[in-house]
């Protein structure tokens, strides 16, 4: 099962900032958070991850509580092109760990003009 | 540079038929996964190779799935005496290590639809 939890739907207008966020209450301390967007009838693809630290990349931010029991995706300034499932997956570091994602049912983030 | 492709982007069986799909994943990645993704649900794991050992196979939903790898690069995922059940979006994903916080790179997927 998933380990995380997020909202079924979100709405952002253009321009403007969207914040997705993400529930993950029992992490366990050598486990990531990854996020991983899905556009239409395309594959996943990855935005950011991070394990305790704030992140940001040229996608996106990452900001990651202290307790690390939810964290929160920043995308600054939404277009439309971002309209997509977004998903947030807690994911196990490790050499015994195959890697393998294990994705719940996302945020459906509908970027309107 | 590329990035994983998947072949046919498009497939129609008659229940019961055999189907294969095919993955190139990019150039040098040691890892490859196979997820099967449902209408309107996340994709789901079903099998995982490094190199040419398929290390974790769990996901498979039925023995009439098998995957392999032979040479370590291309993948295929065949579906034996196909099912209506098994209509979903395959999709393929490489890494470039074993490391389990590696970046998975994903293909475009292949629909398959059995009637």
């Known amino acids: 099962d998933a380990k995380t939890t997020q909202p079924p739907s979100m709405d952002c207008a253009e321009g403007r900032a969207a914040n997705l966020p993400c529930n993950h209450s029992?992490?366990?301390?050598?486990?990531?958070v990854y996020w991983y967007r899905q556009i239409h009838s395309q594959g996943p693809q990855y935005i950011i991850h991070g394990l305790k630290n704030n992140e940001t990349n040229e996608m996106a931010s990452l900001i990651i509580t202290e307790d690390r029991k939810s964290s929160t995706l920043i995308l600054p300034h939404a277009t439309l092109r971002d309209t997509a499932v977004y998903y947030c997956?807690?994911?196990?570091?490790?050499?015994?760990?195959?890697?393998?994602?294990?994705f719940g049912q996302g945020t459906t983030l509908q970027v309107k003009p | 540079g590329a990035g994983v492709s998947q072949s046919p982007r498009y497939k129609v069986a008659k229940r019961g038929q055999d189907v294969a799909l095919r993955c190139d994943p990019i150039?040098?990645?040691?890892?490859l996964f196979w997820y099967q993704q449902a209408l309107g649900q996340g994709p789901e794991f079903l099998t995982y190779?490094?190199?040419?050992?398929?290390?974790?196979k769990s996901g498979l939903p039925s023995d009439r799935f098998f995957a392999e790898r032979p040479e370590g690069s291309v993948s295929t995922l065949k579906i034996q005496r196909t099912q209506q059940e098994d209509s979903a979006v395959y999709l393929c994903?490489?890494?470039?290590?074993?490391?389990?916080?590696?970046?998975?790179?994903f293909g475009p997927g292949t629909r398959l639809l059995v009637l």
């Open positions: 997956i807690v994911r196990g570091g490790g050499s015994s760990n195959t890697g393998k994602l294990i």
């Open positions: 190779f490094q190199n040419e050992a398929q290390l974790d």
């Open positions: 994903a490489s890494s470039l290590s074993i490391s389990g916080t590696e970046t998975q790179y």
């Open positions: 029992t992490i366990s301390g050598n486990e990531y």
């Open positions: 150039s040098g990645h040691v890892s």
